[in-house]
Every structure is written in C-alpha cells, then in structure tokens.
C-alpha cells in the first residue's frame, strides 16, 4: 500500500484514526490523504465553544484547513465543494498555506 485516506479534522482528533493513526501512518512511510477536513459541513461554521477561541480575520473554513494542513504528515486534503465560490476560496486557502 502507497497511501492511506483516513477522516480527520480538529474535532475528531481521538474519533477513527485521529493524530494517533495519522502519525502511525506517516511513520510507516504512507501518504495520508485526509476526508471530512469541515465534518460534512459541519465546521464550516465554527461551533460556539470554538468560536470563542479562534482569532478573528480568518474564517472557520481556513482554520480547519490550515489545522490540517499545517501537519507534515498530511499530503493530501479532499474536501466536498457545493459550488464555483467554495472551489475558488478552497483554491485560494490552499494558495496561503505552507
């Protein structure tokens, strides 16, 4: 096996795979490619105990991609899009990040 697709996002840390199975994979030298990265929507609101904490200037989607994508150890994120706006602001957020 090359590569493993695991659901991950900054609820689900312990939920499924979670950082532990993330981190497992990586060290066994597969590409991970994340699902769910908003839980099915769900995140691109942030719920009201995170919304508290998150500082402001950035929006809920970009924090749960930048969460993601600030991990070496994912590669790839797959995220279901319901329109050309939300494909330009996924295309543009993944532009900004490192």
């Not at 994340?34 to 500082?55: F, H, R, Y």
């Not at 994120?77 to 957020?93: D, F």
Request: proline share 4%; net charge negative; charged share 20%.
């Amino acid at each position: 096996m090359d590569f493993c697709q695991i659901q991950h996002n900054y609820i689900d840390t312990h939920n499924q795979a979670g950082n532990e199975g993330l981190a497992y994979a990586a060290s066994k030298g597969l590409g991970v490619i994340i699902m769910e990265p908003l839980l099915g929507g769900k995140l691109a609101t942030a719920p009201a105990q995170v919304a508290k904490v998150l500082p402001e200037g950035r929006s809920a989607v970009k924090w749960a991609f930048d969460y993601l994508w600030d991990k070496p150890e994912v590669g790839f994120v797959l995220s279901g899009m319901g329109s050309m706006e939300m494909v330009k602001e996924n295309i543009a957020y993944a532009d900004e990040s490192h």
